[in-house]
Each structure stands twice: as C-alpha cells, then as structure tokens.
T-cell receptor, first 114, second 111 residues
Framework: EAQVTQNPRYLITVTGKKLTVTCSQN?????MSWYRQDPGLGLRQIYY???????DKGDVPEGYKVSRKEKRNFPLILESPSPNQTSLYFC?????????????FGNGTRLTVT | RKEVEQDPGPFNVPEGATVAFNCTYS??????FFWYRQDCRKEPKLLMSVYSSGNEDGRFTAQLNRASQYISLLIRDSKLSDSATYLCVSPGYSSASKIIFGSGTRLSIRP
C-alpha cells in the first residue's frame, strides 16, 4: 500500500531534550516536506526536500533540522525543543517534478514540549 | 495579501443543502490547484485536483476562474459526513516548489 509513515504518533518531552520524528514513504517520491499545524495558523511549511541531499527552508525553519540521505526517509530533528514547538506535525511527499502532483500526508505526530 | 486565502467559516448548513466556498490566489502564474479535506486532528486527504477546465466528481465540483484568480468548491446534496475543514492548495510556481496552503474553511453539516 502506498503510504507515508510517521513515527511516533504522540510524543511528550521536556525542554532541551533532542528528539527526532521519522518519516518514510514507499512511493519513490522525490519531493518531501514537513509541516506544522497550529490553531488559527493553518499548515506552515518547516522544511522541504526536492531530492536526496537537497533540502531547503520553508516558512518556519527555526529550531528544526532535516536530512535527506535516502530518497524514502526525511527525518525532522529538534535539537533543543522548546514549548513553542508544541504542535501537530505532518510529513508529506509528492512526485514533485510534475506540477499536478498532489501531496500525500502521513498520519501526523502530536508533539508536546513541557 | 496572502498567496492563498480562504474564508475560515464556519459554514453551518443543513443536510441536503448545496454549499460552495472559494479560495483566492495571488500568483497568476499558478497552473494547478488542489482541494484537500481534513477531519479534526487527522491528516489532510486529497479531495480533488483542479485544472483549467474544472473538475467534477460525484457531488463535488471544483472550478477555476483565472480572470478573477479564484477556485471554488461546490458540494451538492451535502451529507453529515461532509463535515470537515477544506483546504485549498496551490503548488508554488517558483523553482523552489513551495506549496502554499490556505488556512482552511470549516464546514459543518447539521441534521
């Protein structure tokens, strides 16, 4: 089954403790992206990747890192999480090069930083 | 002006009604658009792609008006299960391929 898999679904952590949210897709998609969703602010793009070893900042990259060492994986890293990073996070992928390629989303990760 | 703007709603309509909402975009070079549906606390799911001539899928019709730079979504014979937030999405036209989401329109269908 074609899918985008994020883990974990729920995560509660403390300020400053490094964490990684994994994202993997099995559709051989070139484009992958991370979003955070907050009430009243909609979906905001954190980072995206056009292909292996190619990443770029979205609208809200501060406090986050990403890597794209393999095509299928695009982990989101919070080196020193802070409470303002409490949010619902979505990973997404698409075929990318074609403008009419829709995004496929993972199930989301609800992160709470205390 | 935001690149993609939607009326946040909520739209509260009775079951069986026809409801329509729009999404305006600022980049006239945008070629294609999408409507996504998002249920509470779930991931967005593709509802329809919108190309130059519009698109129809069962009770759902999406139209693109390039002159006025908006896309619309029409839902006929609305069902309780149509209650959700509807997101308008415009793939960025720049080489950076930024994908722009509207903030979503909340729709609530009442019995």
């Amino acid at each position: 089954e074609a899918q985008v898999t994020q883990n974990p679904r729920y995560l509660i952590t403390v300020t400053g403790k490094k964490l990684t949210v994994t994202c993997s897709q099995n559709m051989n998609h070139e484009y992958m992206s991370w979003y955070r969703q907050d009430p009243g602010l909609g979906l905001r793009q954190i980072y995206y990747s056009m292909n292996v070893e190619v990443t770029d900042k979205g609208d809200v990259p501060e406090g986050y890192k990403v890597s794209r060492k393999e095509k299928r994986n695009f982990p989101l890293i919070l080196e020193s999480p802070s409470p303002n990073q409490t949010s619902l996070y979505f990973c997404a992928s698409s075929a990318g090069q074609r403008r009419n390629s829709p995004l496929h989303f993972g199930n989301g990760t609800r992160l709470t930083v205390t | 002006r935001k690149e993609v703007e939607q009326d946040p709603g909520p739209f509260n309509v009775p079951e069986g009604a026809t409801v329509a909402f729009n999404c305006t975009y600022s980049n006239s070079a945008s070629q294609s658009f999408f409507w996504y549906r998002q249920d509470c606390r779930k991931e967005p799911k593709l509802l329809m792609s919108v190309y130059s001539s519009g698109n129809e899928d069962g009770r759902f019709t999406a139209q693109l008006n390039r002159a006025s730079q908006y896309i619309s979504l029409l839902i006929r014979d609305s069902k309780l299960s149509d209650s959700a937030t509807y997101l308008c999405v415009s793939p960025g036209y720049s080489s950076a391929s930024k994908i722009i989401f509207g903030s979503g329109t909340r729709l609530s269908i009442r019995p």
